[in-house]
Structures are given as structure tokens and as C-alpha cells.
T-cell receptor, first 117, second 113 residues
Framework: NAGVMQNPRHLVRRRGQEARLRCSPM?????VYWYRQLPEEGLKFMVY????????ESGMPKERFSAEFPKEGPSILRIQQVVRGDSAAYFCASSPPGSGGATDTQYFGPGTRLTVL | EDKVVQSPLSLVVHEGDTVTLNCSYE??????LLWYKQEKKAPTFLFMLTSSGIEKKSGRLSSILDKKELFSILNITATQTGDSAVYLC?????????????FGKGTLLTVNP
């Protein structure tokens, strides 16, 4: 059973470009979460999605950031017009359905390290 | 605001030593506390502790939860170089935001041969 998959593992963008980060949850998992880890900081919750639904995006910056989890395909975290402050590691996690939410174990992917030049 | 504090921030030991990592928390409606090991890749799940399971053990690793004093410890005995990693503590809550994990900044453990 493959774990949570994220790609790309490393992404370099220039200021003003768009970044698209992809996450495929573990097989059978329908809950997806995105976290951001800034240097010297802990992981910070960004958004929680189920298939075709954004359940909570309270941790997302108000502008330029969006997330989706379509019926088919991976979850996408999209950052428009990137700035240097967006440089961070972005982790995706998933959990199985009926688990009651995130506090049942979340399994993490390897992360995408975004560098904005 | 929910808060999770880990200590020490970093620790250097020699192989064979025993280490204790600390995690204290201040959250509303505590539900669970999770430990993860993070190397240069995905945080790997180690333990989840709840009111119904306040002590867990797996091999050389063990963890306890003190709900009264609001902290948890992670013990690693007979450390090996492969234990070198950042150890993350996270807390989950009950209620409307029960899907959010609040993480501490982690403890960087370095085990020297």
C-alpha cells in the first residue's frame, strides 16, 4: 500500500510565477490536509479537504492560495504570484474515512520544498 | 490559541544513551497527542496517546501522557545513529476543529557513534 505521494519534491519558482503542488492520498483515504513548515517553525495547518469539498481553509492566507481535491485525481495546492515569503516545505497528510477527523492518525507525504527566487 | 511546546530544541548524545523528549501543551478540548519522527522526508507516525491510552511502547521507544499536568514524554533507550531525526509532537482537539493538529517546533536529536 503506497503511502501519501507528493510531487514535485522540489520546486523552484521566480517571484510572480505560479506554484502547483500535488498530493495523492493513501489508498482508501478520503481526507486530505495541507500543512506548511517554515524554517525553524513547526508545521502549521492550512486547509482540510474531502473529495470535491473544502471543509476548512482557515489556515490559508487570504490571497493567492487555493486548494482543491477533485473527484478524480490528486489534491492540488495552488499558489499564485509567489513571493519569497512563500518559500517553505508544504506537507500533505491523509486519513481514512469515518475516522472522525484529523485527530485520528494522519499520515504524511514527503513534502514539496518550494523555493522562490 | 492552542499551543504546543517541545523541549529541548536540540540534543546531542552518543550511541547507547537514553534520551527523554518533552512536549507540553495548552489546548481547549484535548483529544489526542501524537508523536512523529521526521527525517529528510515525511513525518513518520510513532504513537498516538489519548485518555484511553496514556502509555505506549514500541521496541526502544516509549511514551506517556500526563493529562493532569498537560505534558507527554518520549523515551528512547539504547539510542542508535538511525534515531537521529527531528521528533515532532502534535495535539488534536475535539469539537468543531477536530481535524486540526497543532504541532510543536520539534526536537532535533543527533546520535553520534
Amino acid at each position: 500500500n503506497a503511502g501519501v505521494m507528493q510531487n514535485p519534491r522540489h520546486l523552484v519558482r521566480r517571484r510572480g510565477q505560479e506554484a502547483r503542488l500535488r498530493c495523492s492520498p493513501m489508498k482508501g483515504h478520503s481526507h486530505v490536509y495541507w500543512y506548511r513548515q517554515l524554517p525553524e517553525e513547526g508545521l502549521k495547518f492550512m486547509v482540510y479537504l474531502q473529495k470535491e469539498n473544502i471543509i476548512d481553509e482557515s489556515g490559508m492566507p487570504k490571497e493567492r492560495f487555493s486548494a482543491e481535491f477533485p473527484k478524480e485525481g490528486p489534491s492540488i495546492l495552488r499558489i499564485q504570484q509567489v513571493v519569497r515569503g512563500d518559500s517553505a516545505a508544504y506537507f500533505c497528510a491523509s486519513s481514512p474515512p469515518g475516522s472522525g477527523g484529523a485527530t485520528d492518525t494522519q499520515y504524511f507525504g514527503p513534502g514539496t520544498r518550494l523555493t522562490v527566487l | 490559541e492552542d499551543k504546543v511546546v517541545q523541549s529541548p530544541l536540540s540534543l546531542v548524545v552518543h550511541e547507547g544513551d537514553t534520551v527523554t523528549l518533552n512536549c507540553s501543551y495548552e489546548v481547549t478540548n484535548f483529544r489526542s497527542l501524537l508523536w512523529y519522527k521526521q527525517e529528510k522526508k515525511a513525518p513518520t507516525f510513532l504513537f498516538m496517546l489519548t485518555s484511553s491510552g496514556i502509555e505506549k511502547k514500541s521496541g526502544r521507544l516509549s511514551s506517556i501522557l500526563d493529562k493532569k499536568e498537560l505534558f507527554s514524554i518520549l523515551n528512547i533507550t539504547a539510542t542508535q545513529t538511525g534515531d537521529s531525526a527531528v521528533y515532532l509532537c502534535a495535539v488534536g482537539v475535539s469539537g468543531g476543529s477536530n481535524y486540526k493538529l497543532t504541532f510543536g517546533k520539534g526536537t532535533l536529536l543527533t546520535v553520534n557513534p
